[in-house]
Every structure is written in structure tokens, then in C-alpha cells.
């Protein structure tokens, strides 16, 4: 229940008017004294959704508001590291001005618990909107203060947007991990669902709005700071297949103004971009092999003999280049410089879509004597080692090892600092992965979750050269003509 205050002694004279009290704790011994300030953008977004909003505006949507708090100073002590420092450690003010007060209650043998909220110290905080661009945080951290007291939060429905801001002022007042605990045991908040089994084909390619991106990177960072590891391996292995808007090879990111999921903390975006041009690098090398293959003069691909496997290697060629660029996996370029204007990101191209696209590869033949010649035979066992490789907790980031071992668990240089052999061989040569009849039958790999299969994902992924057909002794090291644009293929490996 709210309380109307009167001004304490010891209060500044600007504050002549102090805001209602609302009691977590009715006996409580402090009255937190929080100023929350918003941002014009994030009132705007605010008066626009109430505008659309069934529900009635009960927001107090002001640049400057002003909230008290009625707590029990040893729970919040207990419960935060924060807390524990601000109003226990003497060096700060607030501590001086909490034990000097209640010092003069106790000489007045007033009981804190029975003091009117006047009576008592106020601690003054001040909170932005910088981190999460949202109005009404005066809820939520009047939730969080509950949750520290044990009791029952007042925000019916919970959403994900709540929990994602309950989450950042949890990391700042250092009790990450009781929050974290009440949303699993006590809330048992359900995760919103933000992967499909099978995305409908749409003129955007299945690609996420913005909205559905905001709220997977939500997920990712309420994971991350309320330390759960299964959620964030989910969250960040679907961003990862999903792709996101920042990892654009064109545009560069804008995150002035947008929340911190947008540019994750603890080196995470860095990563996340890493990991997702290694898969992207690995999916195009598929079609660089098999393009450069066909298409160059040294080798015949058709081994039937006959006089007409020169022309069916032709007609292989032709058809594989219109399947490719008929689904958009492919982009041919002039020598023009304006052509390269004109070539697709690929930043947001769902990787399961694209393996599923190119297990539809038919099975050309130029006429019924050449059976197998063409590329669908060579291309389904590639694709179900992809397959397996994605599904490898090792494309996750598992938050446990990034907190503890990050050097080693790091598949981006902006992240190491030092010079390890990930890339090079012991003989400086460019490490390549070669996929040989033995690592397709692999029998370790019918295990889910096998140690050896996280090894050889990373191998695969962070590989700077794919043979995958060494078996035929066809070197394939050549590079790919210019004229051919596969996705997401970078010539130059350099991180942004």
C-alpha cells in the first residue's frame, strides 16, 4: 500500500514535494529514493504503442519521475552485492546517512518498523533508459525489490520485454542470480517460441522482422545475465542459423539508439558475427567446389569414357548455375562497377532453409546412359555432415565456457589477442578441411552429443579451405572465378 510522505529532515530543499511510498516491505527500515529518467525516443515509442494498447495507460510518462521504496535494509543486503556496499559499506554516503538515522531512532527509541516513512533515511538512485530503451521501469524494479523479499511480483502477464529489463537492473544490482532462481521455480515464466520448424516461404525469404530479432536477442541476453546455460545454447545457436540486420556485409550497424540486445555485451556480438560468417564461408565453399570443379579444364568430371562426357560436364554446369541462381544461392557479376552493387546480403539467410533447398538438387542427366554424373549424389552426404555439424553444441556459445575459458572457446580473432594455430598448420600452410569417405561414415558421429563431434564442427567450421571431394585426387584449391558470387563468400577472411 502507497503512503503519502513528508519531506525528512535531512532532504534537499529541491525535493520539497517526495512521491508516495509504495511498502514492499510495510516494515521496512529504508526507503529507497529512485529517479528514473527517459528518453524522448523511448516516451515516443511509448505514447504509440498505448495509442494501439487495449489495455489502459497507467504509466506516469514524464523525462523525469520520481519512485520510493519501503525496504528491509538487511534482505537487501543479503540478497545484493550492490545493496550490500551502497548501504553497508561507511566509504559511501548513503551507508553514513542510513546508520547516522537509524542511530537517531534508535536514541528516540523510535522502532524503524513503526517509524513514519519521513523518519527514516532515504537512499537516493538515479536509473536510465540507456540499456533498454523502455518506460515504466518504476514496475519492474518495484518487482525486482519483491523478488529479494520473497514475495509475489505485481506485473500480470509477464513477457518477455519485462523479464529482459528485470534482468538488466538485476545485473546492475548485482542479484543475478536470485532473479534468475524465482523465474524458474517460482514464475516458471515460459520462454516465447521464436524458432520455426518450417519457415513458410515468403517473398522476404523467411528472414525475422525486427520485432522477432528484438525478441530472439532478448533471449539471448536475459540468458546470458541470469546465467542459463540451456537457454542461451538455444537462443544463440537460432541467432546463429537465423542470422541478424547487424551482421550486415554492406551497412554499417546502427545501435545508438537501440537497446543493449542489440549490441551484446562481453564480446558475445563479436562472436556471434564470427561464427555466423564461418558457417556462411563453409555453406558457399560447397558451391565453389563444385563451380570451380566443372568448370575447369584439367580434369573431367563425367567418368563414363564416352565421347559425350565432355558435353554432359557442360550440361552439369549449366544446370547446376540455374538451380543456383534460381533459388538465390548464386549471383552472377559483370565486370562492371556498378554490378557489385547489385549482389544480395546474405546476412539474414536462414542456414537449415538453405541446406533444405539444396537437398531439392535434381538428379540431371543429359540422357539415360550417364546415370550418377551429376552433382545431387556427390551433394546429399555433404549436406547430412552439415546437418550434423549444426546440430553440434559447439555452434552454440556455451555461456559456462565463454565466462571461464573464453581464449580457448573463441572461434573470433577480435576476441583472442594472441596468435594461435586454429588457422595455420605447423608448416604456416592454410588449414583445410578435406571431407573424405572416412569423416562422412564416421560411426561416433550416430552419437548425439559425442565429444568428438564438437571437434570436428569447430574443424569444419573454422577450416580456411573445403576439399570436399578428396577422394577423387581432383585439386580443388584453384580460386573461384569473380564471375561467380556464392552466398555470403568473403575473399577477404579480415573480421570487420
Same mark, same amino acid.
Not at 24 to 29: L, S
Not at 31 to 60: G, H, W
Not at 385 to 390: D, G, K, S, V
Given at each position: ?83 550490500d556496499s551502497l548501504l553497508g559499506n561507511t566509504q559511501f554516503q548513503e551507508a553514513r546517512i542510513v546508520t547516522d538515522k537509524l542511530s537517531k531512532l534508535s536514541l528516540a527509541n523510535v522502532k524503524p518498523a513503526e517509524a513514519d516513512p519521513s523518519e527514516l533515511p532515504w537512499v537516493r538512485i538515479e536509473d536510465d533508459d540507456e ?7 518504476? +514496475? ?13 511480483? /505485481? ?11 528485470? /534482468? ?8 543475478? /542470480? ?118 575447369? +579444364? ?11 562426357s565432355a558435353a554432359c560436364d557442360s550440361y552439369q554446369l549449366g544446370e547446376m548455375i540455374r538451380f543456383f541462381t534460381n533459388k538465390n544461392l548464386l549471383h552472377l557479376t559483370d565486370f562492371g562497377p556498378a554490378s557489385a552493387y547489385n549482389i544480395p546480403d546474405s546476412c539474414q539467410l536462414n542456414v537449415e532453409e538453405m541446406i /533444405? ?34 546440430s553440434a553444441s559447439a555452434v552454440a556459445i556455451s555461456s559456462t565456457a565463454w565466462k571461464k575459458e573464453r581464449k580457448t572457446t573463441a572461434w573470433s580473432d577480435e576476441v583472442n589477442e594472441f596468435e594461435d594455430d586454429r588457422h595455420d598448420g605447423d608448416d604456416g600452410k592454410q588449414k583445410t578441411f578435406k571431407f573424405t569417405r ?59
Open positions: 500500500m502507497d503512503q503519502a510522505a513528508s519531506p525528512p529532515a535531512d532532504e534537499p530543499a529541491e525535493a520539497s514535494q517526495l512521491p508516495s511510498v509504495s511498502d514492499i516491505d510495510p516494515k521496512g527500515d529504508v526507503i529507497l529514493d529512485v529517479v528514473f529518467e527517459t528518453s524522448k525516443d523511448t516516451l515516443k515509442l511509448a505514447r504509440k504503442e498505448a495509442k494501439f494498447s487495449r489495455t489502459p495507460v497507467t504509466e506516469n510518462l514524464k523525462p523525469r519521475t520520481r519512485f520510493a521504496y519501503r525496504v528491509q535494509i538487511n534482505i537487501l543486503r543479503k540478497q545484493s552485492k550492490y545493496f540499456a533498454t530503451r523502455v518506460a515504466g521501469r518504476n +514496475r519492474v524494479l518495484a518487482d525486482l525489490l519483491r523478488i529479494l523479499h520473497g514475495k509475489d511480483i /505485481a506485473t500480470k502477464p509477464v513477457n518477455m520485454s519485462f523479464v529482459t529489463t528485470l /534482468a538488466v537492473l538485476a545485473d546492475r544490482f548485482d542479484c543475478a /542470480a536470485t532473479v534468475s532462481r524465482c523465474l524458474s521455480t517460482k514464475l516458471k515464466f515460459k520462454w516465447p517460441a521464436t524458432h520455426q520448424a518450417k519457415t513458410p516461404r515468403t517473398e522476404e525469404g523467411g528472414r525475422l522482422s525486427e520485432a522477432a530479432e528484438g525478441l530472439l536477442r532478448q533471449k539471448v541476453l536475459t540468458a546470458w545475465l541470469l546465467d542459463q546455460p540451456p537457454r542461451m545454447a538455444t537462443a544463440t545457436r537460432e541467432l546463429l542459423i537465423r542470422g541478424s540486420r547487424q551482421w550486415s556485409l554492406f551497412n554499417a550497424p546502427e545501435t545508438d539508439d537501440k537497446p543493449i540486445w542489440w549490441d551484446l555485451q562481453d564480446d558475445l556480438e563479436n562472436e556471434l558475427r564470427s561464427r555466423r560468417e564461418c558457417i556462411m564461408n563453409t555453406m558457399s565453399s560447397i558451391l565453389r567446389h563444385f563451380l570451380t570443379l566443372y568448370t575447369s +579444364r584439367g580434369t573431367q568430371q563425367c567418368k563414363l569414357g564416352y565421347d559425350s /533444405a533447398t539444396l537437398r531439392q538438387f535434381p538428379g540431371y542427366q543429359i540422357d539415360n546412359h550417364h546415370t550418377n554424373c551429376g552433382l545431387r549424389i556427390r551433394l546429399m552426404p555433404i549436406l547430412e555432415y552439415i546437418q550434423t555439424m549444426l572416412s569423416v562422412a561414415g564416421d560411426q561416433r558421429l550416430r552419437y548425439e552429443g559425442a565429444m568428438a563431434a564438437e571437434k570436428m564442427a569447430r574443424e569444419l567450421f573454422t577450416a580456411e579451405d573445403w576439399d570436399w571431394t578428396p577422394d577423387d585426387n581432383v585439386s580443388s584449391s584453384s580460386s573461384f572465378p569473380g564471375e561467380f558470387r556464392p552466398l555470403g563468400f568473403k575473399q577477404d577472411r579480415t573480421r570487420r
